[in-house]
Structure formats: structure tokens, C-alpha cells
């Protein structure tokens, strides 16, 4: 949890006032040139109105440069960035056809396999060949392929659950199953951190939403004692079904969830677990298995796992592992089942493909060194930037690491000044993280080398050091100690 400093917080909250203050004079300016001009279309409201809006045009905008840069090559632990400008003072941002060859820290390629594979590759484009990039059809129509059945049943088998079911959008998974595990008369409780995609699932179901804090048991015993007391509103009744929700690896924090804990509250009042192994899945425990494996609990334990295949697995789509009776409640119920068209084979395939390497059921044990060397990058990277004075989030084994940024102007200056010494980076600012939180969202990879670790280290801490965000005191070098030692 991020205890934001006094100055900090004030300094931060002043530069926002200063450009909300500029915004609203600018728009009251901008009103009177449009009353003159008269370009709105008579009859109609505008379309984008509201805070949102004025967000967008004059924050947003003045560094959108930041954000949304496209790539051209494979998001391996290197990539090629592609250069663009703007005439028009970031409003418009307009490609170029050069590229600058950067450090990758930003995309989800936990394991490596975003990129060419000596085992996956030559089995994603034979499937490729021989069922076309799409099946062009819903799942209960002509949308399944022995592929689709083969990863359901190695989905299962992986993750320790009974009988899975694929999706083709990580997002969606999250926010159509919801809707059809609990609705009115039901209550969902959810960490005050879960992703956007638990967010719209919960508000869509039609079930009561009440929030616990952050990773927080205790709070999350209360709030299931007070509203098991109370019961529906207005008429007090008996809850039909109550599910906690959270996330394995919270993907803006870096945190792993207590989830012995809070399966132990789950259980005392018999409360459904939904765990969500987005960021989890494939990138923690000893074989790949998440934080089940992380942490020691029982995948019985766990009601509802869901993950997706776009972070550890180098693919799209998501999945939910259950029980069997669960899974096929939501074949003959679920609209991403029923309506949308399935999961692309060659996706499919390199889903298959990555799991029987971290398996070793590819006949190496390259699986089992992606593993490692993910869980050694990690905790090697997060250890030295806290040594350097940065603040950094999240715990241990985690390839999310967060570093705080805090005031709006840091955010571009930071960013720019990375890609310009040839590391890109992530900037997440508001409404995705509080506004008063924006931070540098660095992921880790199994394939990068120390080497490639180093350098970004090197110039991380010079852009930190050139933008002010070391609000912690360096640790002084233990090499330097160690020679000041032996001369004395």
C-alpha cells in the first residue's frame, strides 16, 4: 500500500490545480471564439462533454507521445520503436518510417515466448497452414477445433481444476463470466485494487458490490460479517450466493495477493473464491502454476480460477478452470461462449506449445530455466532499485514492478528521457492508477540478460537521479566498503 508523503501529496495536487486552473482558462477563451464562429451543429449536445473530456484535451493530450507507441518487430527483450512527431503541439502524433532499437520493459512477456520460439514457431505456423488464422465462427457452431479441446483439457491439468473453458479476449473473460455466476440477490466483494475488467463484470451482473482494502483479510471479515448480518437491502433476506474476488498479481501494484488468508475468511462464511491469475499464471511458483503453487494452497480450494494467455504464454485470450458443472453452466450461458467467435488457432496453438515447454514436455528443460531466470531477473531488479533510492512496489518473485512518480510533470520527463538513452518504459497515470499516484510500471522478462539489466539500471538511475523521484536515501556501494576496508 503506497503511503503518499505530506509534500509530496502537496506538490503534486498544486501542479495538478496550476493545469486545471490554465485548462478552464483556455476553454473559457475557447468558448467565446466558438460562440463567434459558430461551428456547432444547432440541435445537437456535444458528444464529449465533462470532466472526462477536459482530462483528456488538456492533460492527455500535451503528452499523449508518452503513451500508445507503436512497435515493429516482436516484443522480445529488444524491440524496435517507431518514431513519430507532432506539428501540432501533441494533438495529432503522425508516424515516421524510422525506428529506434530500445529495451523492452513495458510488455507482459514474462516467459519470452512473445517472440520466436525454436519449439512453438514452427508448431503455430503449421497450425497457421492447416486451420487459417481464424475459425470464423462462435464456439457452439463451427469455432471449435481439436485444438480448442486440447488446451481446455492441458488448461485444467496445468492449473490443478476439474474442466476448463477458453475465451478469445483476456478482458472479456473477466467481464462476461461474472454476469453469469452471480446476479440480483447476490453479492459480490471485491479488493478496492481489482482490474477494470472485475469492475465492469461486477457493475454488469446486477448483484450488490461492497469493496474490502487492499489485500486486507481482516477488513475482508468484516465486510462479509456486516453484510451476512444485514443481508439484501430493504429486505434482509439471506444473500443466494456471495463471491470474493481478487487478483493473484495485481498488475498496477506488484503485489501478490494473501490468498491463504483470505480463503481461510472464505470458508469460515462460506463465501465462493474468484481468483484472477492474469499476471500470475506461468510467471510464479516453481513450475509455472501461479500463486497457488507460490504460496502453498490447494487449487481445490479455489472456486473460480481465471487467467489469460497474453502475458506468460506470449498469446491471446483468457480461460476459467473450475469445477465440471460450473464450466458447463457457463458453455450454455456465457455470452463470449455463445456469440463470439473463438480463440484463433494459431493462438491456440502457441498457448499449447508454451505450456508443454514450462511442462518440459517438449523434451528440454528450457521451461524450467525460464522459470528460474524469471524469478532471479525480478528479484535482482527490484532489489537494486530500492538500493538506488527509488520507491518502489510491490513484493518479492513478482515481474511487476512499480516505481512512483507522483507529480504530473514527472510523468513525460521521465518517459521521454528513457526512450531517449534507448529504454522504453511504461508511464501509468490517471484514470488508470488514483490521480495523485502515477508511476513507471517496469516488467520483467525471462529474456533479459543481466547485461540488459544493468543497462537499464545504469539509466534509469541517471533519469531518476536528473528527474527527482529517489525519495529514498541510496544504499552506499558494498564494492566501495569493502576497498575502503581493506586500506584501513
Known sequence: MVRLPYTTALT???????????????????????????????????????????????????????????IASAPDAWFDVVERYSNDSNKTLKRTSNTTRCLNLGSYNYLGFAAADEYCTPLVIESLKKYSPSTCSVRVDGGTTKLHNELEELVARFVGKPSAILFGMGYVTNSAIIPCLVGKGGLIISDSLNHNSIVNGARGSGATVRVFQHNSPAHLEEVLREQIAFGQPRTRRPWKKIIVIVEGIYSMEGELCKLPEIIAVCKKYKAYTYLDEAHSIGAVGQSGRGVCELLGVDPADVDIMMGTFTKSFGSCGGYIAASREIIQHLKMSCPAHLYATSMSPPAVQQVISAIKVILGEDGSNRGAQKLARIRENSNFFRSELKKMGFEVLGDNDSPVMPIML???????????????????????????????????????????????????????????????IKYFPAEPPKIAEADHDKLE
Not at 442 to 457: Q, V, Y
Open 12 to 70: 503534486t495536487l498544486f501542479s495538478y490545480g496550476l493545469l486545471f486552473a490554465f485548462g478552464q482558462l483556455r476553454d473559457f477563451f475557447r468558448k467565446l471564439i466558438d460562440w463567434f464562429k459558430a461551428k456547432n451543429v444547432k440541435g445537437y449536445a456535444p458528444i464529449c462533454l465533462g470532466l472526462e473530456d477536459f482530462y483528456v484535451r488538456r492533460l492527455y493530450l500535451r503528452i499523449q507521445d508518452c503513451f500508445g507507441r507503436p
Open 406 to 468: 507522483y507529480n504530473p510533470a514527472k510523468i513525460p520527463a521521465f518517459s521521454r528521457e528513457c526512450l531517449r538513452q534507448k529504454v522504453a518504459v511504461v508511464t501509468v497515470a490517471f484514470p488508470a492508477t488514483p490521480l495523485l499516484l502515477a508511476r513507471a510500471r517496469i516488467c520483467i522478462s525471462a529474456s533479459h540478460t543481466r547485461e540488459d539489466l544493468m543497462k537499464a539500471l545504469d539509466v534509469i538511475s541517471r533519469v531518476g537521479d536528473l528527474v527527482g
